[in-house]
């Protein structure tokens, strides 16, 4: 196996947001501080999503044309009514366990499963030690269109995350708990920040009024959708949340901001209007245009990490064999005849001596030919007769332990145990709940000759099917 260089992480990357009909972008590089070298904020005449892929892709092309960009690396902000959100409280597992348990959460909480979406995870934890995850499901078929579209604009995609989560990074390591809000002319974010992770995270499309000959945003009802979001949360989060930040663009948040900030103050929050989308130094400040997009926050959260959270970028296969064959090909065919003419050389002098060592070797078998076939046959009598004379009833004992591990408490069946070469063993049925199934995991791992228990699956929630193995290691202890 070739070892590919690691990938140099990039000094300079496009930002751009992509929600409504609305393009925003902003070209930034890395050198010390960060420097906003280009930017640009237009209308679309075709929707990202509903239009066709390649001529939204030609028309963000002549877009950025126009405006001098020629960065080809991006960083993307998906729109947060693209996402889909779950959250569950998460018991006390071994962590190769949480994966499969959020499987099964999402499971039950999406309309569908990893089939039909692209599924990240942000974990919370309360000062009592409890914790709980946010599952975040955006749907392939949207991904892959967003794609499509950037592929035709000629653009290469480093990172797929969303708007609001982007600006809410700013500052969040010394804030236990953080309100954020986004406000833009075509609609309204909000996400809660508590504990190391994403709380809740909403889309407030009603809050905004597009259809009025004045544009105007309710804080009435902005204010109750955020006093029922805050009161759904656990307890535990609602009581560190007393820091709203709030993002507000264009003329309809002039008037917006007063009223909002009043309401929160009543509901015991201390609220901050942001000037800009990221805390990061810049050698010169943002436009006014530009300064509060989340397009800006991501690019400059990526630049100064590398990384951003949650991620929805489809994994890439690097191209090395491509690469390897590319350079290949473009040796000079007379270097080429020379080696070949040296290689022929070379195997004609190892055949020789090949032919030679073959000789002496058959002349070293004929002499002792009749012991090995003498030890051959004994070793045959010695397998065939083996199992006979075993006396630790292996598959027995198996069946035991496995019949031990069911729990008293609950219910749990099994349909269907297949055991292999005496160590390898396959077990299917159906427990009554997952409390249940997690208490037949934990008996088996307490045993000490159940080895590299794996699951391999597991379906529902009440019933839960599941299929697990594991490998039996018999203990000298036991006289086997």
């Known amino acids: 196996m070739i070892k590919l260089p690691k990938t140099k992480r990039a000094s300079s990357v496009l930002g751009i947001s992509l929600d409504g009909n609305r393009l925003e972008a902003v070209v930034m590089r890395r050198n010390g501080s960060l420097q906003i070298q280009q930017t640009l904020s237009v209308p679309l005449a075709l929707s990202p999503l509903s239009g066709d892929p390649e001529l939204v892709g030609r028309e963000i092309r002549n877009h950025l044309d126009q405006a001098g960009i020629r960065e080809r690396r991006c960083a993307v902000c998906l729109p947060l009514n693209w996402v889909l959100t779950v959250q569950t409280k998460l018991p006390d597992l071994p962590e190769e366990d949480i994966a499969s348990f959020l499987a099964l959460e999402s499971e039950r909480g999406f309309p569908s499963g990893h089939e039909n979406l692209y599924i990240a995870d942000s974990r919370v934890r309360v000062a009592g030690g409890e914790q709980y995850a946010t599952l975040l499901g955006i749907p392939r078929n949207h991904i892959a269109i967003l794609e499509r579209a950037l592929k035709a604009a000629q653009l290469k995609p480093l990172t797929f995350s969303i708007g609001i989560t982007a600006l809410a990074a700013a500052g969040t390591e010394s804030q236990p708990g953080l309100l954020t809000l986004g406000i833009a002319p075509h609609g309204i974010d909000l996400q809660v920040s508590a504990g190391g992770g994403i709380a809740a995270l909403r889309s407030l499309d009603g809050a905004l009024d597009t ?144 032919q030679w060592q073959i000789s002496r070797l058959e002349n070293r078998w004929h002499g ?113």
Request: with cysteine; glycine share 6%.
């Open 211 to 354: 259809d009025a000959a004045l544009k105007g945003i309710d804080a009435d009802l902005v204010a109750r959708e955020i006093r029922i979001t805050l009161g759904q949360l656990p307890a535990a989060f609602g009581k560190d949340v007393r820091l709203a930040r709030i993002y507000s663009r264009g003329e309809i948040a002039r008037q917006f901001n007063t009223d909002i900030a009043r309401r929160l103050e009543g509901m015991g929050l201390k609220v901050e209007l942001m000037d800009r989308a990221s805390d990061a130094q810049f050698s010169t400040a943002p436009s006014p245009d530009i300064a509060l997009s989340p397009a800006l926050a991501l690019a400059a959260n990526f630049l100064r990490s590398g990384l951003s959270r949650p991620e929805f970028l489809p994994p890439k296969v690097h191209p090395w064999q491509q690469f390897i064959n590319n350079n290949l090909a473009s040796r000079k065919f007379g270097w080429v005849g020379a080696a070949a003419g040296g290689a022929a050389a070379i195997v004609i002098i190892a055949f020789l001596i090949q």
């Open 368 to 480: 002792m030919s009749a012991q090995v076939a003498e030890l051959s046959h004994a070793q045959d009598q010695i397998r065939r007769f083996r199992p006979w004379y075993d006396r630790s009833f292996r598959a027995m004992r198996i069946m035991k332990a496995i019949t031990e591990a069911f729990p008293e408490a609950g219910y749990v069946s099994a349909k269907n145990l297949e055991i292999h070469d005496l160590s390898n063993v396959t077990c299917s049925g159906v427990a009554r709940d997952n409390q249940s199934y997690l208490a037949l995991l934990a008996k088996l791992r307490a045993d000490s000759e159940v080895t590299d228990l794996k699951t391999e699956m597991v379906r529902g929630q009440a019933p839960v099917q599941f299929t697990l193995n594991f490998q039996w290691e018999a203990n000298n202890a036991t006289g086997n």
